[in-house]
């Protein structure tokens, strides 16, 4: 008997892994003359005895903490520890691994062992996996399963993995309404097991058609004489498979769901999906969205060649570098001020950088309201009024602030007036573009975070430029 | 019977609110001579009558889309709305809505609806709400409990809210090991319901020690004459209060969890932790994070008051005024040299912008990974060896594009070179404190995430300009 705690566990777990990297490092750095990936290297016995020791910690281990091992590991490591896992769960552990990670343990398995990792896994998981697997190889793994599969694995395969479609499962229960709750129990208790997340039972009637649903504890409460369809509930939350996964998982959050049935255009039950699959998609929206703030596109976890992570950090380095140089145009118009006054090459990042806070600040707020809801014409204008406003008071204070600091620093009035109309107008146009980059890219189906960050930025830096050397050149030279 | 999918029903609700708006809004805009939050002004026949459809309507919402349409109100019209709401759901309801409306909610309500509205809510739930109540009146909330629910409350407050006791409920269904599952069956047919989310029930013994779990699907699919000892789960995960929330979500998402069991020190079971208090806490969470990056502390609807906003955005452009104060002194350093050479003025900001953009790559990278797991010494010397290794590949690959460019604008091979080795040097400080600033305040006890973004732009910033302008005053003049 077990007594461990989350945290026990997790400690066992870095212990592990501490453990691994120990017995391996020596060995695979003697090694590291071959190829990277080359996992035939002869070990040495000492090693073989101390593998045979890991192997069986490792298999006692859940699947998702023997992915936790193998990206904790560098790419060799990771190989030989992906030799020791039992070939039964190679299926499961490749479903939990990261997307870059499981691309590495893929790369050395042969068409047989992906094969056989793909007969462990349901319709959904597969397709899941189907976009790392190598090209062609999905059409063996299509062929191997029986007809029925197959259909569900077309259906998963045909949604975007953005909708409620690429969420689903098949691990329906379901009961007619017109049978007692004794008779669903009985039916029950004939079955092995029951799906994981069955919290409830979905009532169709004879042609398949959804008419609702019967949690488990409703079945355990009630008078086993009682009618399903008396007990059940009819206006249960459901989906289309068409519709969008983070609408699904709002749903889920507000509603409160463990699972909810999906049901085509002509109400037929089609499928499920659990609170699980709604986790995952929330904690990887998340994770993508944190890492496109800075233009990454790809997973790219710390044990990845340097090659692919400078290509992964390329496209917004590129877009930066536009941005920069166009920035850096605005103030080549104005060389001539700034040889008369250099005051304003000082002063000028200042200008723009405030700015650039200014626009994020309104950005997140818009990108937040619009991931909650729809906002009508009337809230719009009474987003820009307010932004505006809320920029004017901004411009004023923290501008006044550094025409204080302008004046301590050079003593003149011109340019420290300059410096507070500067500022503010920068904010205003900040306001004014973080309101409407985000509303515009909703406008035309787009996401509104992505990207908006970059482009308010560029439009403050530039902008905040051309406004304050504009000025100073029309009033001070 | 309703027949609707979750996109009808956000339809609906969004009509509903449009709706809500046409009725109310110019009877608000007439009444605006009063105060707001004055909801007293008497109301026309016919508004009367268009409320108490109103009404009728929003009773049949769930609590979740009550706070929904609530949150999606303008201040006046919010209240309106909210004294519609029937009072025995203002409890609910309040649990619902973000915190900036909970606060304008709680507000207009009396002592007396309050201490009505928090005799709804179970335990943990007052203490969600606690932190919200007016100064006082959670002491009479408090001695309006029952003894035995006092201590639970005081229990559950007592943990911070980024830990376990604070997600945790006590809505546990125990039954003792040594029973067969018959009676365990007629023991919840007994029961007039369940606790929501109850996907298994909790092991005890006689002392209340934890013994395991049993999921009601074991007791649906197993024979009635089976002892519960012998087929309940012995090695269910289980946390303890003071464990870290963030932690307890990540267990919740590896295992595909529904709930789980809390045990003190001795294993004596307290609690339990349910999906939705884990779902709701991921997403606040993310959502902290979002607001965190641009240095917004509170939560902050689009409908608050312009003076609210102000002071909430405040803090962030203190910090930014500071730095950006801070690069202006570094450029001031070298104005001799900008005078001399007026070039450095129009090419500085884009060595102090690439350099940003390397420094928050790496931030994000390593702030991911640090969530997801600790790293020993060999993982960081790994990372400072490989982000110097990227930065430098991609100092001289960008660094020499803007070399060509900065050439191509001066026909001055001086200049370029000097672009050249300012932007590699700017990108290896970049990827150094990139590493460093994150790793140094997990250290430190730390949020990594929080303010690394300001912190390596300030760096990238100074240190830009200063790399840049001392090689040219070194080099050129």
Redesign the interface.
Known sequence: ???????D??EEL?SLI?EI?DTL?QQVAADRGGEPGDVATPLSELTKHDLAKLARKIERL?A??VA?VL??L?QDERLVIWELVHSDRDGEVLLEVSDSVRDTLIEVMDREEILNAASTLDTDELADLAPDLPEGMMQDVFTALPIDDREKLRFVMSYDEDTIGALMDFDLVTVRGDVTIEVA?RY??R????P????KLFVTDRDGLFEGVIH??T?????PETLISDVME??A????PE?KAR??AD??????L?S?PV?DEV?RLVGRVT??A???F??ES??E???S????SEE????AP?RK??RN??P??AV??V???V??QV??LF?GS??QL?????????V???GG??G??TI???V??LA???L?G??IR??YG?EL??AL??GV??GG??GI?TFA?YQNAGVSAVMVAAVTLNFLSAAFFGVTIPIVRTRMGRDPALGSAVMITAIT?SGG?FIFLGLATLFLL
């Open positions: 008997m077990a007594e461990l705690t989350d945290t566990r997790q870095d501490h990297r490092s859940h998702a903490d936790k990206e904790s560098p129990l029950l208790r079955m092995d097991s029951l994981d997340h069955t919290d488990l504890k079945l355990l409460i009630n008078d009819r206006d939350v459901r989906f289309h519709d609408d699904g749903a889920f959050e507000r509603y409160d463990v909810a049901v109400d609170i699980d709604v986790v995952d929330i904690r998340s994770d969205e944190r890492l703030q800075v233009g990454l790219e976890d710390i044990f340097v992570s400078v950090r390329a917004w380095l930066n570098l941005t920069a140089i920035a850096a103030i080549g060389e700034i040889q250099v005051a304003l090459a000082v002063l000028m990042p200042i723009a950088g405030m806070n200014v994020n600040q997140t707020m818009i937040r309201e909650f809801r729809k009508g009337g809230d009474l987003l307010k406003k809320v008071i901004n204070v923290w602030i550094l600091v620093m830096d430029f």
